[in-house]
């Protein structure tokens, strides 16, 4: 699930271009990235600083990825590794 | 016997600005070449490559090359896109808070109610169902923060 400031028409259109399925939800007033310490001012505007965060079913956080620039993203095929690695051993 | 235009420096600097915008427009969207962007490194070298050999020819050769003037004053600019482009690659996109309180692992995350791209609210907890308070089934959830402005 992704989140962007972006409003809901804008994120249906660049989800429209680019392909992608996930849920994605807008965060106009950067609530969430606040809420997680992720907001970033620039200019007069608030944006989020690039986060991957994996949760749990019990809410709980088990591997980030805090970027340290914003041109290098987590791939996806990291994130199903940890996912393996985390749920190992378990049904 | 009439000089020849000496077109190097010109197609150097030319390369160097395809260099510059290929990276914005089309390689930052593959992370192969976009996390070290080595394509762009290769389109600069060849840029550069181009407005070296083409500098020296109107000074070794005067009798058949004219450009002393729009030589230099072209690699300069063409300093100039690649010192902006290794900013923009090195510096600027590091620019970014230290998120210091941003949840650990280890610890709860808190929830939040947000409209999806279809003006549906989706709350976090919801997804991640009962063992947090949440209505739906249980699942692991990956949480991507974008920078947004698309």
Redesign the interface.
């Known amino acids: ?6 409003p ?1 028409a ?6 429209a271009k680019m392909g992608w399925t996930y ?5 106009p007033e950067a ?3 606040r ?6 001012p620039v200019g007069d ?1 608030v ?18 990825d ?8 987590t ?1 996806p095929e990291t ?1 199903l590794e940890v ?1 393996d690695r985390l749920t190992a051993g378990k049904s | 016997m009439t000089r020849q235009r000496n077109v190097l420096p010109l197609a150097g600097f030319l390369v160097c600005i395809v260099a510059f915008l290929s990276y914005f427009l089309f390689f ?1 969207r593959f ?1 192969a070449t ?2 070290v962007p080595w394509a762009s490194w290769l389109l600069f070298a060849l840029g550069v490559g181009l407005l070296v050999a083409g500098l020296a020819r109107p000074f070794r050769q005067p009798e058949r090359y004219r450009g002393r003037v729009a030589g230099p004053i072209l690699a300069v600019l063409s300093l100039a896109v690649v010192g902006f482009f290794v900013f923009q ?1 090195t510096m600027a ?2 620019q ?2 230290a ?14 109610v ?6 549906r609210s ?1 709350r ?2 919801d ?3 009962p ?2 308070g949440g209505a739906g089934p ?13």
Do not use: C, N
């Open positions: 699930m992704a989140v962007s400031v972006d809901p804008v994120t249906r259109e660049h989800l849920t994605f939800l807008s965060d609530k969430a990235a809420l997680y310490d992720l907001h970033h505007q944006i989020a600083r690039p986060a991957e965060l994996l949760i749990d079913p019990t809410g709980t956080v088990r591997w980030v805090l970027t340290e620039d914003y041109r290098v993203r791939r994130v996912f | 930052s992370p976009r996390d690659t996109s590091r970014l808070p998120a210091a309180g941003v949840p650990k692992v280890g610890e709860k995350v808190p929830d939040f947000l409209q999806d791209s279809e003006g989706v976090l907890y997804l991640l169902g063992a947090v249980s699942s692991w959830v990956v949480l991507i923060f974008y920078r947004g402005y698309w």
